[in-house]
Each structure stands twice: as structure tokens, then as C-alpha cells.
């Protein structure tokens, strides 16, 4: 049988306000535990909740962002659960009226296809407290309640279940996270717990149009994970199905040291959670100059900026995704394109050669080394032939490392490419006439032999002879007598 997976997935992303959404209290990371909860955040008697506009701006500016309504009028609403991490005994969320309403986002699939993916909804709640599973001096166990997470603001994005492998989920995440990161609402810091993701997943025969029974796997936390878990889900359901048994609607964990999801908890339904609007909070009216201020400010999309790269630079998709996986690599390239006018050819540095050296030394283009007028200084030595493609991977290595410019690296290590041709025609008659025997395996019809002269004279300008040049003369006088 031919299976099809199904996959939607709720995303978490921490807003990035300074205080919480209904309390003064600090959400800066890495303070001691239960340093920064509140009597609103512990949920004390008679405090009251007042929302903080700032988790209203930035939720707006992602509903523009993924062109949705932004609803002029929601309501939160209390989901009630008992949980040691939730002193309330509920969590402030909004349920039936949220603030951000249907939007689509692009990815774009390792083929350079793209594809449109469906957000339901998106939706303000406060985050809960964390439990901190401890070893005590004897050697026991136990666990600690830390509540300064208690009340942080979260945006919950719920996408269509449009997905049909864990490579377009991961896109669809990966999507997700560069928008929030772009618009400034979100850190994105999947360590730090400001992005997490529950995906969704069932299977179905292929051609089926039902959907099958599905589960869900909570709090994966990076995108590798999200690719293996949904990997072993899809396969588990499967075994599952084709032993003969049916699968259960629950919530799952995965364990990355096993790479396998086990079960949680089985699946509430919405009304085990009794929702109900929260008397405590009067509902959420926008007008439009509230969100004209919010969004006045937005820069250009990735997706247009994508569109724009493919179409004005003639680049592929694939390579215009990449180039816009962040705001700030893509205004980079932009510079360098803006010095040099060769898209191309900043597009494969930046890239290759920059993409290479950023991930190896695991850093973010803003700590590059190498800044755009530096690469773009590079290229223009390659334009106007002072090194070749296969020297600026030296000058380029140089930059790196802090030898200053391309141009005081040629000067100081002279890697000028040899174009004298003059020079080159010495140094290639030279070469010719030590090796006769190659001259005649040549002339005799072995192709192949052209290469070991080009490596010769390679090795004898130390890399810097101009490769178009020397096959040119190469050519001439291995031709002649
Ligand atoms: P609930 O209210 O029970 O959480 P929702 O309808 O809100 O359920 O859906 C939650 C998420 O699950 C959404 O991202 C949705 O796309 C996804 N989803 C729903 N049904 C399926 C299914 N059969 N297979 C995979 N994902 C699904
Ligand atoms: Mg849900």
C-alpha cells in the first residue's frame, strides 16, 4: 500500500517584548528561578491582568506579514488544565475569536519548487512556568517549579495541515521562524525555548481524500528533531495500520537519544479544557491607526525580496532562498551586488565560499569577518582578471583570518595572476620541451595528457598563471611542428 503523510504544525514563538503580556515582571532569559514572576504571574488572589500593547503591535505586524485579517475585535479566554507549572489553573489563551485570522506563507522544496502553505490562525497566550527535574544531595530526585516563564507572551501559529513529508515541514518551520526573526517579533532562539514547535501527523492511502487519525508531537525545539520525529511517527503509523490495529489520537514526546516518540497523554478534546472568555480582561479592539503605526515600519517581505532576487537578478529560487534566509545575509548581498553589478557571481560567493566559512566557524553574518565592501572588493579583482576564481579562494581565506582587504592580500602575498603572456610563453615552451614524451602521447591522440601540462604550468606559476590563457597558448603550441 501506498501511504501519504499529513502534517500541521502549532508553532510557539516567544514575543519579543520586554515585560510579560499581563504584568510588569521582566522576561529577560537566564535570571535565577522565580525572580521574575509576579503576584499576576503566580496568580495570587485579587490581582488583576492588564494586556501588554507591545504583544498587540508585534502580533499585527505578523498578520500583515503573512497577508491575513487582523480581527478588530478578540477576546482571550481561560484554558483550564491542572498542572504543577500553572499556579492559575489556567492559561489565559484565545480560543474562538483570535487576533490574526487566515494567511499563507511560501516555502520553497530542495527542487526549487515552491509551495503555498495555509496558516489557520494565530493567536496571543501567556507561556507557563517550566518544572526543573533535579538531583539532590543523596543522590535523589526531585522537582522544582521555576516561574519566571509563568505569563511571557506567546504568539501560537496554527498551519493548515498542508504538509506532506518532514522535509516541507521543517521548510514550513524554518519559514516561520526566518518571518518572526525578520519582523523583529521574535528572537527566535529555539535554545532558549522562544520557538517551539507540536506537529501534527497522520498517514492515509495514497488517493484517500479523508484525513486519518492523527497525533501530536509536542515541544520539538529544533528543526533536525522536527524532521526525525516526524520520520519515525510517519513509520510507526504505518506499522501500526498494516499490523491490523487503528492509530490513537494522543499526544507524544520524542526522545532524541532513542529517536523515537512515546506516548504522553491522550489527545483532550477542546471541551476538556472548558473554555470560557476571561472576566478578567475586556476584549482586544484595534482601530485602524493602531495597526497603521504597527506595520508602518515593516521592511520588505522575504518572500517578495525572494521574488525580486529571482527575477531581477535572474538568480534560481533556490539560490534567491537562501540568499533571503535572513534579513540581514540578504541586505548583505544586496551591497555586495550594489558595488559590483554582478549578481551571479555575488550570489555564488556569498553563498559558497561565505556560506562555507560562516558555518564552520559557526557565526552569524553580522560577526563576518568578511563584510559586503570586502567580498565586493574581491570580485571586482576577479573581474578585472588581477586573480583567478581559484586564487580569490586564497584572498578570500586571508580576509578571513584578518589579513585586511583583497587588495593588501594580492599586494602582500602576490597572488597578482601571471598575464604577461610573454612570461607565459617562456614558462610553457620550457615545459613542452622537458617532456617530450607527453608531447607525442599527445600529438599521438591521448587527450587526456592536455591536463598534466596545464598542471605543470600551474605548478610552476605557483596557481597564479591566468587557466584561460595558458590553455590558449597550450593549445597553439602543442598543435604546431
Ligand atoms: P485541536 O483543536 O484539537 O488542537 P486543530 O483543528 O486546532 O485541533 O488542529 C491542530 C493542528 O493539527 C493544526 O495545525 C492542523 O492543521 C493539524 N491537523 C488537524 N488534523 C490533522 C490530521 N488529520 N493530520 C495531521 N494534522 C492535522
Ligand atoms: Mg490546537
Redesign the pocket.
Known amino acids: 500500500m501506498q501511504w501519504e503523510t ?5 508553532i510557539h514563538t516567544q514575543l519579543a517584548t520586554q515585560s510579560k503580556i499581563f504584568s510588569g515582571a521582566s522576561t529577560a532569559f537566564g535570571a535565577s528561578p522565580n525572580t521574575q514572576a509576579c503576584a499576576i504571574d503566580l496568580g495570587l488572589p485579587g490581582v488583576l491582568p492588564v494586556l501588554n500593547a507591545e504583544a498587540v503591535r508585534l502580533a499585527v505586524r505578523f498578520g500583515r506579514a503573512i497577508g491575513a485579517e487582523v480581527a478588530p475585535r478578540s477576546v482571550f479566554a481561560r484554558k483550564n488544565y491542572f498542572y504543577p507549572d500553572l499556579p492559575k489553573g489556567y492559561q489565559i489563551s484565545q480560543y474562538e475569536l483570535p487576533i490574526v485570522g487566515e494567511g499563507r506563507v511560501e516555502i520553497v522544496l530542495g527542487d526549487g519548487s515552491v509551495k503555498s502553505i495555509g496558516v ?1 490562525r494565530a493567536h496571543l497566550e501567556e507561556d507557563a512556568g517550566k518544572s526543573l527535574h533535579e538531583e539532590n544531595l543523596a543522590g535523589g530526585g526531585y522537582t522544582g517549579i521555576d516561574l519566571n516563564r509563568a505569563g511571557t507572551p506567546l504568539l501560537e501559529i ?4 498542508d504538509m506532506r513529508t518532514p522535509q516541507e515541514a521543517v521548510a514550513y518551520a524554518r519559514k516561520i521562524h526566518q518571518l518572526v526573526r525578520w519582523i523583529g517579533i521574535s528572537d527566535g532562539n529555539m535554545q532558549e525555548g522562544s520557538f517551539r514547535v507540536d506537529a ?3 498517514v492515509r492511502p495514497l488517493g484517500q481524500t479523508r ?2 487519525t ?1 497525533t501530536e508531537i509536542k515541544n520539538l525545539n529544533s528543526f533536525r528533531f522536527i524532521e526525525r520525529a516526524i520520520q519515525f511517527e510517519v513509520e510507526r503509523q504505518i506499522d501500526v495500520i498494516e499490523g491490523g490495529g487503528s492509530v490513537v489520537q494522543e499526544t507524544r514526546l520524542y526522545d532524541p537519544e532513542r529517536d523515537e516518540t512515546r506516548p504522553m497523554r491522550s489527545k483532550e478534546e ?1 471541551n476538556d479544557y472548558r473554555y470560557f472568555p476571561d472576566p478578567d480582561l475586556l476584549p482586544v479592539e484595534i482601530d485602524v491607526a493602531f495597526i497603521v503605526e504597527a506595520v508602518a515600519d515593516l521592511p520588505e517581505l522575504p518572500d517578495s525580496m525572494r521574488e525580486r532576487f529571482h527575477t531581477q537578478y535572474g538568480l534560481g529560487e533556490y539560490d534567491a532562498s537562501l540568499l533571503t534566509a535572513g534579513r540581514e545575509l540578504a541586505q548583505y548581498f544586496e551591497a555586495v551586488v550594489q558595488a559590483t553589478a554582478e549578481p551571479k557571481l555575488a550570489a555564488n560567493w556569498v553563498n559558497g565560499e561565505l556560506a562555507a566559512a560562516l558555518n564552520r566557524s559557526e557565526i552569524d553574518i553580522a560577526q563576518s569577518p568578511v563584510s559586503a565592501a570586502m567580498l565586493a572588493g574581491l570580485i571586482h579583482r576577479i573581474q578585472d582578471g588581477t586573480v583567478s576564481g581559484k586564487l580569490a579562494k586564497q584572498v578570500f581565506e586571508a580576509m578571513w583570518s584578518g589579513e585586511g582587504d583583497a587588495d593588501s592580500v594580492i599586494q602582500a602575498r602576490g597572488l597578482r595572476q601571471i598575464t604577461d603572456s610573454g612570461a607565459l610563453e617562456s614558462m610553457i615552451a620550457a615545459i613542452v620541451a622537458a617532456n617530450p614524451g607527453q608531447v607525442e602521447q599527445y600529438r599521438a591522440g591521448k587527450d587526456k595528457v592536455f591536463g598534466f601540462f596545464v598542471g605543470q604550468v600551474m605548478k610552476e606559476s605557483k596557481g597564479k598563471a591566468n587557466p584561460q590563457q595558458v590553455n590558449e597558448i597550450l593549445m597553439r603550441v602543442l598543435a604546431s611542428d
Open positions: 499529513v502534517i500541521g504544525l502549532e489557520t496554527v498551519s493548515e495541515p501534527n501527523v497522520s484525513f486519518g492523527r477542546a
